[in-house]
């Protein structure tokens, strides 16, 4: 049988179970069910006894007996049917609620049968419902040591379609199978001595032994990131081939007069190495698409900054979008206080100005007239247009969407360079499958003299303690956070949390001697600008906020930072909030107040966050409690789709395809020598990814 063969020509299928597959499971083909792997197997030589079971026991294998079957109406054409089984070292039961007539009519009184699942404690007695089941003969004929366990869903056990029932289909195609062809290169399959696909493809549902199962696993694990890493470093190198950069070969006026005359501080090495790269990219006559990553605080606005300077002294314009009003308005006074006296014109774009002054900026963008722009997502409008734009910086990438990259990208005729920064790390594995095509530079160096913060978990009896730790804080000159998170899907409810906090907050520092600010969504970016400011000038000691300051807020004086209800918030949440503090000179400190009781992963979370201030470490944490699943900008990706492989585990070959992929890919470029890489290449064209417009 071939792999392209219809499923339904199996023996065994037909075009009833064949329909069941199609639409529970998309397989249509037998080269589809062979890829069908299994999740787990079940060791046949280890039998598990009735006598021995715990809660921990999970998926267990038994071989013993049935009788006493029973059914029970339970209400009208609805049965339940029950049977005792017996292994000799004790009893449990086996429940039907659906299929009952069908199993009835199956079970046989004094028939040794292997009875398999995950039986549960009922009223002290072990029981397992709905088992998967098989005699002894049947077992007998199959001379396999492990059997496969597949994933069914509800629809496919009720058409026979089981775990055991696909474990039969498998085991016919296995042996019948023809047509499974190599796709990795030779030289690779040599490197690691990685199975041939057609073995390794049989042998993951019918293993022989534990160590052929390992290498199986190895082989497919390793063509499935193999692929990936092809799909991005090809879309990748057919960039660098085709698309054109604008070449930015002075370095003028605006830099060199910013950089004698008017920059704040001496760059720290990395800030240095880093703006290299982005000058390198930028003359090299290619479209720059660079991920910045650098920890919070690590000073990214200043290599922003900087880079734009260069463009300008091309006869460009530049631009930088943020995810938030506050933010972009932050950016805004920042660059306009750190060029000022330079005669260079900056404007800021965001939603909320009136619209006669959009209108207004809108026309000096177009005549060029402004020379960097700053903005939210009001940047990607239609009616924003550029005289010639040459640089894209995004602030905190992971809060836009792909596409919203796309639609500034196209702003252009020639595609400006684009720099994407962000301060939630991004785990080393997930950047090398994610970004296997971005250029990536890091700034892996805080600004001297930081201090890391020192992170404490407290819960609400110790609350008076925490407060008058503040209020010293306070009475010392320095500033304090407090962060709400948001729990209701309605603003309302969320602002009176808000509120409530802020008069517990007033209680203990009574006005005039202690002056509080409150920040959240529903204030008008007039209201959020005049509170910021009242902050960042002094005027009040205490800012009482939702999460709307989590992403790069700016105020060094505040060092303190109390993360009400901390167990609602992630890892990388936490993270971030914490870089709003330790920011200055001095000590800073994070205090995640918490109820008593807290989850497993609320708790794992919060001693991560007391235990490491190092955003890498953090974000692998982070990786690690959520899973992949749940990180954003992972739907797109196609790295959820990875059946075996795990991002998480799997990072040595992460980054051996990696490089063995680069190494194809420079020797040869077009793929000519590999053609049935080039095959695949052809068909996955037509696939939306994320590395093309990134
Ligand atoms: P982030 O990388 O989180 O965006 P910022 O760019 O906001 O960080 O910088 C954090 C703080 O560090 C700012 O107050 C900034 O002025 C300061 N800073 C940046 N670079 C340096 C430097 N080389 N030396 C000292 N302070 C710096
Ligand atoms: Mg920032």
Redesign the pocket.
């Known amino acids: 049988m071939f792999l392209t063969d219809d499923i339904v020509y199996l023996k065994g299928v037909g075009p009833t179970k064949a329909k069941v597959l199609a639409s529970e499971l998309g397989i249509r083909t037998a080269g589809q069910l062979l890829e069908y792997f299994p999740f787990r197997y079940v060791d046949r030589s280890s039998l598990s006894r009735i006598a021995d079971l715990t809660e921990e026991s999970g998926y267990v294998v038994l071989r013993g007996t049935v009788s006493n079957l029973q059914t029970v109406s339970t209400g009208p054409r609805r049965e339940r049917l029950t049977a005792d089984f017996s292994d000799g070292s004790g009893t449990m039961q086996l429940v039907w609620f659906a299929g009952t007539k069908w199993a009835r009519e199956r079970l046989k009184a004094g028939v040794q049968y292997l009875v398999m699942g995950k039986p549960t404690l009922f009223n002290g007695q072990w029981q397992l419902s709905h088992p998967e089941m098989e005699t002894s003969e049947e077992q007998d004929h199959s001379s396999f040591p492990f059997l496969p366990v597949y994933n069914t869903t509800e629809k496919m056990k009720q058409h026979g379609l089981g775990t055991r029932a696909l474990a039969r289909l498998t085991e016919t195609l296995c042996g019948c199978a023809a047509g499974i062809e190599e796709t990795l290169p030779a030289d690779v399959l040599g490197k690691y001595h990685l199975l041939g696909r057609r073995e390794a493809l049989l042998a993951i549902h019918y293993p022989a032994s534990t160590d052929q199962l390992e290498a199986a696993r190895t082989r497919l694990k390793y063509e499935e990131l193999f692929f990936l890493q092809l799909d991005y470093q090809y879309a990748h190198s057919e960039r660098q081939l085709h698309s054109a950069g604008r070449v930015f070969t002075t370095v003028g006026e605006c830099f060199n007069r910013f950089f004698r005359e008017k920059i ?5 090495e990395a ?1 240095k190495r880093v703006i290299r790269e982005i000058r390198e990219d930028m003359r090299s006559g290619r479209q720059m698409n660079r991920l910045l990553q ?1 920890d ?7 290599v922003a900054l900087m880079c734009m300077l260069l463009a300008l002294d091309n006869g460009c314009q530049a631009c930088l979008m943020a995810p938030t009003e506050i933010l972009a308005t932050q950016h805004y006074y920042t660059f306009q206080r750190m060029l000022d006296g330079l005669d260079i014109s900056v404007e800021l774009l965001i939603g909320s100005r009136r619209p006669a002054e959009k209108k207004k900026t809108k026309e000096r963008i177009a005549t060029g007239a402004t020379q960097i722009v700053i903005g939210t997502h009001a940047l990607i409008e239609d009616d924003v247009r550029f005289r010639d734009l040459g640089l894209v910086v995004i602030d905190e990438q992971h809060r836009f969407g792909v596409e919203q990259r796309a639609r500034l990208w196209a702003k252009s005729s020639v595609p400006p360079h684009i720099l994407v920064m962000t ?1 939630t790390p991004i785990p080393r594995t997930l950047a090398m499958t994610l970004y296997g095509d971005l250029d990536c530079s890091v700034i892996d160096q805080l ?2 003299g930081r201090h890391p913060v020192r992170t404490y978990h407290r819960t609400e009896p110790r609350r008076p303690l925490v407060f008058s730790f503040l209020k010293k804080q306070i009475d010392a000159g320095r500033q304090v956070y407090f962060v709400y998170p948001i729990i209701h899907d309605n603003p309302k409810l969320d602002l009176r949390d808000l509120e409530d906090g802020l008069e517990m907050v007033q209680n203990y520092f009574p006005r005039p001697q202690y002056q509080v600010s409150m920040m959240h969504g529903q204030l008008t970016a007039e209201e959020k600008a005049f509170e910021m400011d009242r902050f960042k000038q002094g005027k009040t000691h205490i800012m009482v906020a939702t999460t709307v300051i989590e992403v ?1 807020v ?1 105020v ?1 004086n505040a060092t303190v930072m109390v993360i009400e209800n901390a167990e609602r918030f992630g890892l990388s949440q936490l993270h971030q909030l914490r ?1 709003r503090v330790g ?1 200055g000179g001095e000590q800073s400190y994070c205090i995640l107040m918490t109820k008593d009781r807290l989850s497993h992963t609320s708790a794992e979370r919060i001693r991560t966050m007391c235990s490491t201030t190092d955003g890498f470490e953090i974000a692998e944490a982070d990786l690690r409690l959520r899973g992949p699943g749940d990180i954003q900008g992972l739907q797109q990706s196609g790295v959820l789709d990875l059946r075996l492989a795990s991002i998480v585990d799997d990072e040595p070959l992460v980054a051996a395809t990696r490089n063995d992929v680069r190494d194809i890919l420079g020797a040869d470029p077009t793929l000519a020598a590999h053609p049935i890489l080039l095959r695949y290449i052809e068909q996955s064209k037509n696939k939306m990814l994320w590395g093309k417009i990134s």
């Open positions: 704040p501080f001496p760059l720290t800030q650098g919070v605080g690590s000073g990214k606005t200043l301060a600004p001297p790069g700016d060094p870089g920011r």
